[in-house]
Nanobody
Framework: QVQLVESGGGLVQPGGSLRLSCAASGSIFRLYGMGWYRQVLGKQRELVGTISNGGIINYADPVKGRFTISRDAAKTTVYLQMNSLKPEDTAVYYC?????????WGQGTQVIVSS
């Protein structure tokens, strides 16, 4: 069974940085890519970026050049380094992995960018 647990959210001032983590249980996670998403209350969940099992990374335009996705060598934890944060980055951030047509999500971690 795959379980995802995000952590690292919090309150940060504009221009600041945060690093989110997504820890996965279940060895099968190592075989798949994963994605980071974010959602503002009342709006659709949107893609932040993805990392493939082979390490290919893609970012959504709003975060390019500011956010960095990485994965540990054991491929059990994925990180989202967020720099130069803006108020519009405020959202609940989720990690996701799709395995055999089943989509797994963590519980989310809140990021608030405010002065």
């Amino acid at each position: 069974q795959v379980q995802l647990v995000e952590s690292g959210g919090g309150l940060v001032q504009p221009g600041g940085s945060l690093r989110l983590s997504c820890a996965a249980s279940g060895s099968i996670f190592r075989l798949y890519g994963m994605g980071w998403y974010r959602q503002v209350l009342g709006k659709q969940r949107e893609l932040v970026g993805t990392i493939s099992n082979g390490g290919i990374i893609n970012y959504a335009d709003p975060v390019k050049g500011r956010f960095t996705i990485s994965r540990d060598a054991a491929k059990t934890t994925v990180y989202l380094q967020m720099n130069s944060l803006k108020p519009e980055d405020t959202a609940v951030y989720y990690c996701n992995v799709n395995i055999a047509h089943i989509s797994y999500w963590g519980q989310g971690t809140q990021v608030i960018v405010s002065s």
